[in-house]
């Protein structure tokens, strides 16, 4: 199955808004400066999405494609 970035993106920058949201009704924020919960949001978001990619890297790596038996350098080779 194919990774869609799009979906990754999209679920990502919908949790975000959604912890937004929540943390703003149970905490207080109306000390913070807005321009610092907008860098927070985005460091967060951006931190999400790299493990995103990373754990969908180490899962395609992990996997073995299964023409690779018929494709590679051994398939080629001459037994003797």
Do not use: C, Q, Y
């Not at 860098?39 to 978001?45: E, N, P, S, T």
């Not at 493990?51 to 023409?67: D, M, N, Q």
């Amino acid at each position: 199955m194919k990774t869609r970035i799009h979906t990754i993106i999209w679920g990502a920058l919908l949790l975000g808004i959604a912890t937004l949201f929540l943390v703003g009704s149970l905490v207080d924020l109306s000390g913070l400066n807005p321009a610092l919960i907008v860098v927070i949001a985005a460091v967060g978001l951006g931190t999400l999405l790299i493990l995103a990619a990373i754990l969908g890297t180490v899962l395609r790596l992990g996997r073995k494609p299964e023409s690779a038996a018929e494709t590679g350098p051994e398939a080629s080779a001459p037994t003797l």
